[in-house]
T-cell receptor, first 111, second 116 residues
Framework: NAGVTQTPKFRVLKTGQSMTLLCAQDMNHEYMYWYRQDPGMGLRLIHYSVGEGTTAKGEVPDGYNVSRLKKQNFLLGLESAAPSQTSVYFC??????????FGPGTRLLVL | AQKITQTQPGMFVQEKEAVTLDCTYDTSDQSYGLFWYKQPSSGEMIFLIYQGSYDEQNATEGRYSLNFQKARKSANLVISASQLGDSAMYFCAMREAYNAGNMLTFGGGTRLMVKP
């Protein structure tokens, strides 16, 4: 019963490098979300998806891209990482009920 | 303007006592949902409780209850009989109407520390 998983758990990047964060859910949920959490703050929505093949911008989308080619996966890409993108990234999914279920998070450090 | 305000950055409570964590929200929607999540030091986000704007009864889940005062736009979390394992960050969040993505807006959080 994996729920929502995220890969990797921790990553260090140099400024300008690119990477992709993978989120996978096994609950057959339609909605998926990517949030970032900066120190001492709540979560802010980056991008979201309401179903396979769809994506939309959230509150802080700049510098990120996403794709939802398969219903169970939601990928978050950083094309050219910046120190301001140092954060903890959370993926979440939601079915027909109200609750969003979160993954364990990915800690990203951009030097 | 902040949509979700948590005015208590940090709080202490004695083990076995009850504690109330404050949350006020701002929305002009009639249909909305309010959530509380717990984030222990390990970092994961754990769903605690949900209250819909049309729910007449305050939500309860075990030792957690949500004191929903619609006219005051407050949705305070009450934890009864605090335990050491309750020490964590607590976040209040809101889903406004039935927006396309059913997105959540989070408050800044309250750090709760339970004293033995």
């Amino acid at each position: 019963n994996a729920g929502v998983t995220q890969t990797p758990k921790f990553r260090v990047l140099k400024t300008g490098q690119s990477m992709t964060l993978l989120c996978a859910q096994d609950m057959n949920h339609e909605y998926m979300y990517w949030y970032r959490q900066d120190p001492g703050m709540g979560l802010r929505l980056i991008h979201y998806s309401v179903g396979e093949g769809t994506t939309a911008k959230g509150e802080v989308p700049d510098g990120y891209n996403v794709s939802r080619l398969k219903k169970q996966n939601f990928l978050l890409g950083l094309e050219s990482a910046a120190p301001s993108q140092t954060s903890v990234y959370f993926c979440a999914s939601r079915g027909h009920q109200e609750t969003q279920y979160f993954g364990p998070g990915t800690r990203l450090l951009v030097l | 303007a902040q949509k979700i305000t948590q005015t208590q950055p940090g709080m202490f409570v004695q083990e076995k006592e009850a504690v109330t964590l404050d949350c006020t929200y701002d929305t002009s929607d009639q249909s909305y949902g309010l959530f509380w999540y717990k984030q222990p030091s390990s970092g994961e986000m754990i769903f605690l409780i949900y209250q819909g704007s049309y729910d007449e009864q305050n939500a309860t889940e075990g030792r957690y209850s949500l004191n929903f005062q619609k006219a005051r736009k407050s949705a305070n979390l009450v934890i009864s009989a605090s335990q050491l394992g309750d020490s964590a960050m607590y976040f209040c969040a809101m889903r406004e109407a039935y927006n396309a993505g059913n997105m959540l807006t989070f408050g800044g959080g309250t750090r709760l520390m339970v004293k033995p």
